[in-house]
């Protein structure tokens, strides 16, 4: 990895959308890359990174922040590219920029496929919090 950057649409989409179609299973429409990315880049609150090897996309991770907490999405790397430290770098630099907005607790969720990804995030200091997770789907209500 040679650095990592803000994401920008013109430059960076089609190759992170191809990066998540690889890793990451989207069996919601909410999931969706292409409507993931538009949404995020409709809040335009600059909290959102991809890793680049020269100009090849191998990482990304989404950041938020409400002004509560904090909370980490969609962090992927390349599976060529694993285990060179892109993950725990997209982490810390999405860490960093959330610090700088004051913010004082981080949270993500692990989807219960890829439980596996869990000793990564506890390496980086997250633990397990025993909550119950809940969600309900407004697609109903969009334009």
């Known amino acids: 990895m040679d650095a990592i950057v803000d994401y920008s649409d013109p430059l960076h989409r089609a190759s992170v959308i191809a990066l998540w179609d690889n890793v990451?299973?989207?069996p919601t429409e909410h999931r969706l890359p292409s409507r993931s990315i538009?949404?995020?880049l409709a809040h335009a609150d600059q909290l959102f990174?991809?890793?680049l090897a020269g100009d090849k996309v191998v990482g990304t991770v989404l950041a938020g922040y409400d002004g509560h907490r904090g909370w980490l999405y969609s962090v992927s790397v390349d599976p060529g590219h694993r285990r060179q430290g892109i993950g725990e770098a997209l982490v810390h630099h999405a860490e960093?920029?959330?610090v700088r907005l004051g913010c004082l607790k981080i949270n993500l969720q692990v989807v219960n496929t890829n439980t596996e990804i869990v000793p990564f995030y506890e390496s980086l200091g997250y633990s397990v919090e025993h909550h119950v997770s809940m969600g309900k789907r407004l697609y109903d209500r969009l334009d």
Do not use: I, N
Request: proline share 0%; glycine share 0%.
């Open 49 to 51: 990174f991809v890793a």
């Open 38 to 40: 538009d949404m995020k």
């Open 96 to 98: 960093a920029a959330l």
């Open 24 to 26: 990451f299973d989207h």
